[in-house]
């Protein structure tokens, strides 16, 4: 089990620093629009709207301030608590668009041709990009086995494979599209950018891009 901390940016000083800022800046804004309105053309006054719209664009800036400095502090909170979370990925497989190690084992693969397809195929191919294989697959298929073999049968050798399913129509090639594969995870690691997850055979994704996880096998 390997769960791993980079370090976090300091979030804390930002979000206590915002107020004084804030309350800084709209004293000056006030002192702005007060020596506006006293040097104002007396034949041409300043429309109240105007002073509105000035006043409504002040607060929509500070508030999207505060709103950013509640983000950061949100994350670098989660962050902090989540080590002990993602401790518990750590061996789970997780459903990603990524390369799928093959060491002996089925790869599950989740496949989705076009809903309009007449026939589809799944496609195989090496980390050089070497087609390997591809077999016709259901239209309606989602989650289907690869057992590890080439189109002669035989068994491919261990390392890492991609997965496309290339969707038909009138026998014409409309659609080919990266499938998600369930790969298991070796070691969470929590960066100023999120949380990462190294996938067996090396491959890294970020955690927003898992879109299933479940117990291994």
Sequence with gaps: MHVSSA??????????????????????FLKMLTAQMKNQDPLNPIESSDYATQLATFSSVEQQVLTNDLLRAVQSEIGAMGMSQLAGWVGMEAKVLAPAQFDGDSIDIATYPLSTADSAELVITDADGTEIHRFEI???????????????GDLVPHGQYSFAVQSTVDGAVVE???????????????????VYLVLEGGAIVHSQDVTGLRAAD
Aim: proline share 5%.
């Design 138 to 152: 259901a239209t309606d298929s989602e989650i289907l086995q690869w057992d590890g073999t080439d189109a002669n």
């Design 176 to 194: 080919t599209l990266p499938a998600e594969v369930y790969s298991r995870i070796s070691e969470a690691r929590t960066t100023n950018n999120g």
């Design 7 to 28: 370090t976090q940016p300091n979030t804390s000083g930002t979000t206590q620093g915002s107020a004084p800022v804030l309350s800084s800046d709209f004293e000056t």
